[in-house]
């Protein structure tokens, strides 16, 4: 937690960019507030046993974490986003019923999130089963609160990205050279990388308001400070060129 | 493939359910190298045709063609592209200088009874042009259709494509060319291939080329590094419940051998992810 009060604390905050801060229970929500943030998010999960393996509780148990956090937050007129994870399958439990997702969504929805990012944790997801779980929760929450969270595990984030805007999701999760994972789901690795993402939009005229030079620049940057590759294919074809 | 030595391009064979192409001449000048067209009379001796495989042979003029026939090809292609400065880079002649030949050549080659399938190159995007008018693609695609091939593959040859240039050219290709005589060939330069793939199979296309392990590319277009790995590919198929008639574990074990063989890095993500689990 001193780690993270201390990025908070030392990064220059940007007029028009959030700076969203994670906050498990009400300790942690209470810790990011002090120490600055403007915006908390929570991290529920689709699946029972990735939910104890990733923060020890039970589903339930952390719906109610998350409801003491959120309470306060909207006291204190602070957003929250909601996050759940493992919404095409489950490292642990494998398939993941649409059903349990758009249930998770719902209650996270109704306890006060302004948007619900779906993740698909592992990767292993595809167009189709994408359209599926996004068929049940678009039943419970409107498209406009909802957003997609792909990992590129299986090389599939960006295809399934497309059938999430096909079906009317506008926001996107994803990450500068594809950087981050999760260290609790094997074989984790990877984000969707921004710059591809960013050319695909860029390609279908969509307007992200994203500046794809800028964005390799950055890549490029904390490539070199992390000494890790880029996950970006656009990053690595134009340092190609 | 003109550097992966005999003994490797034996054991092609192992890629059975897959289409594979081998290089009667990839020289700028189109002139046959007879010594790498000994090297290719060796592989199509040297494996083994299985039945219901294809193993098409490019041809890029008569003379390729009776030397692949030759050789006892049973299958050829030719490439044509949709962009004139490429055409000249790449095969030392214009589009229509190509198509001149080709024509020969698929005459010859329906004489004969030999299918030919036809390629249209830079589709959505041309190394030195920059971008090419779906007109472009659909003009030279319908040559290529009337002239007698099978099947016309649109490759998008350096990887710029994204789903709406993919959209607007196979809009403009279908109005003339029936989508099942098509087929796409998406390079992964920009991390693009699988969302334009599935873009064509949401537009009626059913046949799809890759590589296994995403290997080859395009010595004559600067940047561009690998097909579509065949394995991510097939990922999302199965995903979709299309039936491709391809075990995924099998590519896969195909994949791993070839890529220890030739030394490279599977460019393949389903691939690195099972093996890192």
Not at chain 2, 16 to 29: M, N
Request: proline residues 4%; hydrophobic residues 40%.
């Amino acid at each position: 937690m001193a780690d993270h009060t201390e990025v908070l604390k030392g990064i220059q905050k940007f007029p028009g960019i959030n700076y969203p801060v994670l906050t498990p229970n009400f300790k942690g929500y209470q810790a990011a507030v002090a120490a600055g943030a403007k915006e908390v998010s929570v991290f529920g999960a689709a699946s029972e046993l990735f939910t104890r393996k990733n923060i020890n509780c039970s589903m339930d148990e952390s719906i109610q974490r998350f409801s003491q956090v959120l309470q306060a937050a909207r006291a204190a007129s602070i957003p929250v986003r909601g996050y759940v994870s493992c919404v095409l399958g489950c490292p642990y439990e494998g398939k993941i019923s649409p059903a349990k997702v758009a249930e998770v969504s719902k209650k996270m929805y109704a306890m006060g999130c302004y948007e619900i990012s779906l993740g698909d944790t592992i990767g292993v997801g595809t167009p189709g089963l994408m359209k599926e779980m996004l068929s049940a929760v678009m039943h419970e929450v409107p498209v406009s609160a909802l957003a997609v969270h792909c990992h590129d595990t299986y090389g599939q984030a960006l295809a399934n990205t497309l059938m999430a805007l096909q079906m009317g999701v506008s926001v996107v999760d994803s990450s500068v050279a594809g950087l981050g994972g999760c260290p609790y789901a094997q074989g984790a690795s990877g984000n969707l990388a921004t710059e591809d993402l960013v050319y695909m939009l860029a390609g279908l005229g969509i307007h992200t308001g994203v500046n794809l030079q800028k964005l390799l620049e950055a890549g490029t940057f904390i490539c070199q400070v992390l000494n890790r590759k880029t996950g970006s294919k656009v990053a690595q074809a134009t340092c190609k060129l | 493939m003109g550097n992966v030595p005999s003994a490797v391009k034996h054991c092609l064979s192992y890629q059975q359910l897959l289409r594979e192409h081998l290089w009667i001449a990839d020289s700028v000048t189109g002139v046959l190298d007879p010594s790498q067209m000994a090297d290719h009379t060796e592989v199509m001796k040297g494996i083994h045709q299985y039945p219901g495989v294809r193993y098409p042979v490019l041809t890029p003029n008569l003379q390729g063609f009776h030397r692949a026939v030759a050789a006892g090809a049973t299958e050829i292609s030719v490439f044509g592209a949709a962009s004139e400065s490429f055409s000249k880079k790449n095969i030392n002649c214009s589009i229509e200088e190509s198509m001149e030949k080709f024509e020969e050549v698929v005459k010859s080659a329906r004489h004969m009874n030999i299918p030919a399938r036809g390629y249209v190159s830079c589709v959505l995007g041309c190394p030195y042009e920059g971008s090419i008018t779906p007109q472009k693609v659909t003009e030279v695609s319908k040559r290529l259709y009337s002239m007698g091939c099978y099947e016309i593959s649109l490759g998008d040859t350096i990887g710029v494509g994204t789903p709406g240039s993919m959209r607007r050219m196979l809009e403009s290709v279908m109005k003339e060319i029936p989508p099942s005589v098509l087929a796409v060939h998406c390079h992964d330069t920009y991390g693009q291939a699988l969302a334009n793939i599935l873009t064509a199979l949401q537009m009626g296309i059913n046949v799809v080329d890759s590589a296994v392990s995403g290997l080859g590319g395009c010595p004559y277009a600067k940047g561009a590094s690998g097909n579509v790995a065949t394995e991510d590919l097939i990922y999302m198929l199965n995903g979709l419940g299309l039936n491709t008639g391809v075990d995924l574990y099998k590519v896969m074990e195909a994949g791993n051998f070839i890529c220890k063989a030739v030394n490279k890095t599977t460019n393949s993500k389903v691939a690195q992810a099972s093996f890192n689990a």
